[in-house]
C-alpha cells in the first residue's frame, strides 16, 4: 500500500465515520426521546431532541471536514482544489456556528452562562 492509498483510505474512513456519526446520533436521539414524546413532556423532548440532534451534526461535520482537509493536503494540490477546500471549509464553518448557536443558545467564544448558584 502507497503512501497516496493510505491517504485516501484515511480520508474515505473520516467521511464514512462523519455520516455514520450523524446517521447514528440522528437514531439514538430519536429513541432517547421517545419516552418523553409518550408523556406529558413533549416541548421539552422537543428541545432535547434539537440538541442531541445538532451536537451530532456538529461532530459529523467535523469529521467531514478532516476529511477534506486530507484528501486536499496529501495530494499535490492545485489552486484550484486549495479554493474548493477552502469554500467548503467557510460553509462548514459557517453551518457549524450556528447548529453552536442554535443548541447553546451562545456563540462558541462566549463564556457559559452561570447558574443561581454562580457556578
Known amino acids: 500500500m502507497t503512501f497516496a492509498d ?3 483510505l484515511a480520508a474515505q474512513l473520516f467521511e464514512a465515520s462523519g455520516v455514520g456519526v450523524m ?6 436521539s430519536v429513541a432517547l426521546v ?3 414524546v409518550r408523556s406529558l413532556r413533549r416541548a421539552d423532548a422537543y428541545r432535547q431532541l434539537r440538541h442531541r440532534l445538532g451536537r451530532a451534526i456538529l461532530l459529523g461535520l467535523e469529521l ?3 476529511a477534506d482537509i486530507i484528501r486536499t493536503v496529501a495530494e499535490a494540490p492545485t489552486l484550484r482544489q486549495v479554493s474548493i477546500l477552502g469554500l467548503i471549509v467557510l460553509i462548514r464553518t459557517f453551518l457549524s456556528f450556528t447548529l453552536e448557536v442554535e443548541t447553546d443558545g451562545r456563540w462558541p467564544w462566549q ?3 452561570r447558574d443561581e448558584d454562580g457556578k
Not at 23 to 28: H, Y
Open 6 to 8: 493510505f491517504v485516501a
Open 23 to 28: 446517521v447514528l446520533g440522528a437514531l439514538v
Open 34 to 36: 421517545i419516552p418523553d
Open 64 to 66: 467531514l471536514v478532516a
Open 111 to 113: 463564556s457559559r452562562p
